[in-house]
């Protein structure tokens, strides 16, 4: 059977009245992420505009909208803060993110009262601060000069990379002050609770969502010790993610799981608890593959225990290129909490002491780290007694000592 062909969207540069790769050049050496959109006749006709690809990156890339995620119909349009940059001054208005019931669902965005702004071939910059939208138009000569001369504009587009910074100096001054405050009771129990107590201590709002905890910043707390004792180390758990193709997280319980008794209880239940690495099959007979053939991670079954059987048989995949964006969403910046643990009257007490910082992992290295099990998956699944399945997610996690591997350079923060 021939390969599968995978046909990749062009990189878009909309056809406008002003040169759009001089203001690529420009606005990319002064804004986080951002994106063109150009005003079409039947766009500004209709109040309607596509949400091309790039301006559909920049906004997940910004946190503001996944249209991946939206269901179709005006009952779910998702509206958000938006504003004009003119040349002294900010008008506010709203943006209109939805996918209609024809055509496929394509994802159309509108701002609303754009008319007043605009006309057909002006090319619009589009860039976040705060979780809204801010719209500059390059075509408009006063506000591109705006931009050269580092007037108005000039200071409302930088706010967007500023806006970063001023994040993580903040939730750095913040862990400064949980460590001040000193030991700290835990909120909840077990292995979570540092990482609870940590969000819980930083008023942030405990979720499983595939995005960063903090303003785009991702926290990941762990214990120095346990009550004390200096605690064995464990991995960190990078993201989460179901595959993409083969079978699903439940078929793979009901083909290859086994019936066994959980530590701590009496009841047999049919369950698939294991770690799974490229260099050998685990209790399951399941182990990754690292294809790079075609750029899939892949789940393979061997009956005899041997990974390099050719009779082994196909389980699930994931695109390399799935795994290297939720990464990317995941861990565009981290602040890794460590933290002393101690018992006081039987309950847990916190001291947060240091921090490892990172940022923008080398998705390039993924294939290697996966074929030196420098990253490896948990599946935690199990079938319930009402014939349900519960589970934890597929975990990919990697130890502490190796993330220099993946992130480069970290810095190192001491809270004392």
């Given at each position: 059977m021939s390969e599968k062909r995978v046909i990749r969207e062009p990189v878009y540069f909309p056809k406008a009245n002003v040169d759009t790769t001089k203001y690529l050049f420009i606005i990319s050496k002064m804004c986080g992420p951002f994106a063109f959109m150009t005003i079409t006749e039947t766009g500004l006709k209709k109040s309607i505009m596509d949400a091309t690809g790039g301006v559909r990156f920049f906004l997940k890339e910004a946190m503001l909208h996944d249209y991946n995620e939206q269901k179709q119909g005006p009952e779910n349009k998702v509206i958000v803060p938006a504003h004009f940059i003119l040349e002294n001054t900010i008008i506010d208005t709203k943006a209109s993110l939805y996918r209609p019931i024809t055509k496929k669902g394509d994802p159309r965005i509108w701002f609303y009262d754009l008319k007043n702004y605009v006309s057909v071939s002006d090319l619009l910059l589009l860039f976040s601060v705060d979780k809204e939208i801010y719209v500059v138009n390059l075509s408009n000569k006063k506000l591109s000069d705006s931009i050269i001369n580092k007037g108005f504009v000039y200071e409302q587009i930088i706010k967007s990379r500023i806006e970063a910074i001023n994040a993580r100096d903040k939730l750095l001054r913040?862990?400064?002050?949980?460590?001040?405050?000193?030991?700290?009771?835990?909120?909840?129990?077990?292995?979570?609770?540092?990482?609870?107590?940590?969000?819980?201590?930083?008023?942030?709002?405990?979720?499983?969502?595939?995005?960063?905890?903090?303003?785009?910043?991702?926290?990941?707390?762990?214990?120095?010790?346990?009550?004390?004792?200096?605690?064995?180390?464990?991995?960190?758990?990078?993201?989460?993610?179901?595959?993409?193709?083969?079978?699903?997280?439940r078929e793979i319980l009901?083909?290859?799981?086994?019936?066994?008794?959980?530590?701590?209880?009496?009841?047999?239940?049919?369950?698939?608890?294991?770690?799974?690495?490229?260099?050998?099959?685990?209790?399951?007979?399941?182990f990754l593959f690292p294809n790079e053939s075609n750029e899939r991670l892949e789940i393979l079954y061997s009956k005899s225990g041997d990974i390099h059987d050719p009779a082994n048989r196909y389980v699930s995949s994931w695109k390399l290129e799935n795994l290297a964006n939720s990464l990317k969403e995941k861990h565009k910046e981290t602040f890794f909490v460590k933290a002393k643990s101690k018992l006081i009257d039987g309950e847990e007490y916190f001291l947060y002491e240091s921090v490892v910082h990172t940022s923008n992992p080398n998705t390039s290295v993924l294939f290697a780290l996966f074929e030196e099990d420098k990253i490896t998956l948990d599946l935690l699944i199990h079938k319930k007694e009402d014939g349900s399945t519960r589970d934890h997610g597929a975990l990919f996690k990697m130890w502490p000592q190796d993330l220099p591997l993946l992130f480069g350079d970290e810095e190192i923060i001491d809270l004392n």
């Open positions: 913040l862990l400064n002050e949980l460590h001040e405050k000193g030991w700290v009771k835990a909120t909840t129990h077990g292995d979570t609770a540092v990482g609870d107590t940590l969000e819980h201590e930083l008023g942030i709002s405990r979720n499983n969502s595939t995005q960063p905890d903090y303003k785009g910043i991702e926290l990941k707390a762990s214990r120095i010790n346990r009550g004390g004792q200096r605690r064995q180390r464990t991995r960190i758990t990078l993201f989460a993610k179901v595959p993409d193709e083969g079978m699903t997280y009901e083909s290859y799981g086994k019936v066994q008794i959980p530590d701590r209880q009496t009841q047999p239940r049919l369950q698939l608890y294991d770690t799974f690495k490229a260099s050998r099959a685990n209790a399951y007979n399941l």
